[in-house]
């Protein structure tokens, strides 16, 4: 449901959009978006050996979704 690489804060929303409009509540579309985003995470980081700032950006943009959204 994500494109490739980092989930940007513009990927993140753009996941989180679809879910509401699919008809899940935000509760749910939240959960949804951030179980995939930290699954990306995960690969990117065993996988490629991503970046402390990579994760920490990600985490960062993940948590003002949700507190926007919210």
């Known amino acids: 449901m994500l494109p490739e690489g980092l989930p940007d804060a ?3 929303q753009a996941l989180y ?3 509401r409009a699919q008809g899940l509540e935000v509760g749910e579309a939240l959960r949804i978006t951030r ?8 690969v990117l980081d065993c996988d490629a050996g991503l970046d ?12 003002e979704l949700a507190l926007c959204e919210a």
């Open 10 to 12: 513009s990927a993140q």
């Open 17 to 19: 959009q679809t879910l």
């Open 52 to 63: 402390l700032r990579g994760v920490t950006q990600c985490m960062t943009e993940l948590a």
């Open 35 to 42: 179980q995939h985003v930290l699954e990306r995470l995960l």
